[in-house]
Nanobody, 123 residues
Framework: VQLQASGGGLVQAGDSLRLSCAAS????????MGWFRQAPGKEREFVAT????????YYADSVAGRFTISRDNAKSTVFLQMNSLSPEDTAVYYC?????????????????WGQGTLVTVSS
């Protein structure tokens, strides 16, 4: 399984950004996906997750109402729409895939990880 994240960049506070993660190597719609992030000097943290069907999602409190996770199973891609970005959102964002159709909120729930894409939000 390979995961290729893209879409990161430098934006200003209040701006929006959409991350994408293209998956290959197994039937995409069977498996839950997640986004995590790691800020400089901090541990990796959960951001959002979505079930294989796309019917269930869950968010970290810090991003709920600002971020939206979605997926296009026909294109084997998961997205993270990020609105109202703040400097506290600055981090490397990782997508991950788990071997279950359900979503997961722990890093240990996931078996495969993408390489990460850097999001930098300036004030």
């Amino acid at each position: 399984v390979q995961l290729q994240a893209s879409g990161g960049g430098l934006v200003q506070a209040g701006d929006s950004l959409r991350l994408s993660c293209a998956a290959s190597g197994r039937t995409f719609s069977y498996y839950g996906m997640g986004w995590f992030r790691q800020a400089p000097g901090k541990e990796r943290e959960f951001v959002a997750t979505i079930s294989g069907s796309g019917g269930s999602t869950y968010y970290a409190d810090s991003v709920a109402g600002r971020f939206t996770i979605s997926r296009d199973n026909a294109k084997s891609t998961v997205f993270l729409q990020m609105n109202s970005l703040s400097p506290e959102d600055t981090a490397v964002y990782y997508c991950a895939s788990r071997s279950s159709r359900w979503y997961g909120v722990q890093s240990s729930d996931y078996d495969y990880w993408g390489q990460g894409t850097l999001v930098t939000v300036s004030s």
